[in-house]
């Protein structure tokens, strides 16, 4: 991906929490999505920050702190089927779908 | 309602053939952008079309093109293919007017470049 970085890949446990990091360019900047990708599947949106701090969404969780070019996407209570691909996405100023995807980070869930 | 269709889901083409790519949107989505996802460079940005007008453009050569039609239906296009344009082609659409929006994907088109 253009100017987004993410881990390729992390491995967790069943039940447990694990933090996904993606660092981007702060220029032209206005917010920033995650997707989640089951192989062999489309993306799936799982949340949109445009504001400082944490969206709470079920077990997932998303942060953004727009002055340092940083997100993290927050899983917790981990299933195997969140065994997945998470997308970290860049809306560029000016909208009209101006988006960056990362290379995504490979996440195994495992017992 | 019915999701993002992308047809065909697989195909494989030679050097220097050209393809032609669909992809339906949600209904009442005016919105189709169109990504290159490969293992290497992940999912890459092609062009995004709006009532028929392209509003983004991504960094691919000219061999890729598109067009959007009045039912918000849209093609894309690759001329003289190389083995490089081997890919899954993803379509997506969205509801937003002005700003960006949730992205809904289809499942891809799938081609191979022999």
């Known amino acids: 991906g253009q100017n987004i970085d993410q881990p390729t890949e992390m491995t967790a446990t069943e039940g447990a929490i694990v933090q996904i990091n993606c660092t981007y360019q702060?220029?032209?900047?206005?917010?920033l999505f995650w997707y989640q990708q089951h192989a062999g599947e489309a993306p799936t949106f799982l949340s949109y920050?445009?504001?400082?701090g944490l969206e709470e969404k079920g077990r997932f969780s998303s942060f953004l702190s727009r002055s340092k070019g940083y997100s993290y996407l927050l899983l917790k209570e981990l299933q195997m089927k969140d065994s997945a691909s998470y997308l970290c996405?860049?809306?560029?100023?000016?909208?009209?779908?101006?988006?960056?995807f990362g290379i995504g980070t490979k996440l195994q869930v495992i017992p | 309602k019915a999701g993002v269709t992308q047809t065909p889901r697989y195909l494989i083409k030679t050097r220097g053939q050209q393809v032609t790519l669909s992809c339906s949107p949600i209904?009442?989505?005016?919105?189709v952008s169109w990504y290159q996802q490969t293992p290497g460079q992940g999912l890459q940005f092609l062009f995004e079309y709006f009532s028929e007008t392209q509003r983004n453009k991504g960094n691919f050569p000219g061999r890729f093109s598109g067009r959007q039609f009045s039912n918000s239906r849209s093609e894309m296009n690759v001329s003289t293919l190389e083995l490089g344009d081997s890919a899954l082609y993803l379509c997506?659409?969205?509801?937003?007017?002005?700003?960006?929006?949730?992205?809904?994907f289809g499942e891809g088109s799938r081609l191979t470049v022999l």
């Open positions: 997506a659409s969205s509801g937003a007017v002005a700003n960006t929006g949730e992205l809904f």
């Open positions: 920050n445009v504001l400082d």
């Open positions: 702060t220029s032209g900047f206005n917010g």
């Open positions: 209904s009442g989505h005016r919105s």
């Open positions: 996405a860049k809306e560029g100023a000016g909208g009209y779908q101006k988006v960056t």
